[in-house]
């Protein structure tokens, strides 16, 4: 067991470019969530893969991100056109069955 | 999903028990109690989950009350490292977690 391992740890980008985040879950883990946490409140749920297909979006995820999995395996979160509010850390998670989440130690965005 | 109510912040002193408190009052029969914490800069670490009667790891014990309203998270003999935001969520085990919210936690300061 690696751990869920995030790429990378620190991200500063200018308000509308795109950028791109990876995520590799636990090896056997078919489930795969991604959430956003900003300063001072806990993680706020995105995403949730179960092996390659997108089962779930929030509300929170407008059309300018995109998250894929292709294979079932690693994960990708793109955001395009960035603006200053995406500025937070990114967090991946993974779980197999009816496991406890394993979380990576996140990605974080800073849009000047 | 049942929301959770945590206090804002605890303090604990070094060596001695942290009791955590959760609020979980519109908990459904099906849903667990799991509890995270959170330490700077990292992602969310898996504690201790359960359903209805109380449970024990390496790491905590978990007290959850008969009428599943409310539960104690327990640190038996706090540490300097147990220093964290603590997250009370209860969820599906089946696979609830894209309704979770984590809510703002409570966050327990060990002072030696």
């Known amino acids: 067991d690696t751990g869920v391992s995030q790429n990378p740890r620190h991200k500063i980008t200018k308000r509308g470019q795109n950028v791109t985040f990876r995520c590799d879950p636990i090896?056997?883990?078919?489930?795969l969530y991604w959430y956003r946490q900003t300063l001072g409140q806990g993680p706020e749920f995105l995403t949730y893969?179960?092996?390659?297909?997108?089962?779930?979006k929030s509300r929170l995820l407008s059309d300018r991100f995109s998250a894929e999995r292709p294979k079932g395996s690693f994960s990708t979160l793109e955001i395009q056109r960035t603006e200053q509010g995406d500025s937070a850390m990114y967090l991946c998670?993974?779980?197999?069955?009816?496991?406890?989440?394993?979380f990576g130690n996140g990605t974080r965005l800073t849009v000047t | 999903d049942a929301k959770t109510t945590q206090p804002p912040s605890m303090d604990c002193a070094e060596g001695r028990a942290a009791n955590l408190p959760c609020n979980h009052s519109?908990?459904?029969?099906?849903?667990?109690v799991y509890w995270y914490r959170q330490i700077h800069s990292q992602g969310p670490q898996y504690i201790i989950h359960?359903?209805?009667n109380n449970e024990t790891n390496e790491m905590a014990s978990l007290i959850i009350t008969e009428d599943r309203k409310s539960s104690t998270l327990i640190l038996p003999h706090a540490t300097l490292r147990d220093t964290a935001v603590y997250y009370c969520?209860?969820?599906?085990?089946?696979?609830?977690?894209?309704?979770?919210?984590f809510g703002t936690g409570t966050k327990l300061q060990v002072i030696p």
């Open positions: 998670a993974s779980r197999a069955g009816v496991s406890p989440l394993h």
């Open positions: 090896s056997e883990h078919n489930r």
């Open positions: 893969f179960q092996n390659e297909a997108q089962l779930e």
């Open positions: 519109t908990i459904s029969g099906n849903e667990y």
């Open positions: 359960g359903l209805k």
């Open positions: 969520i209860v969820v599906l085990n089946s696979g609830g977690y894209q309704k979770v919210t």
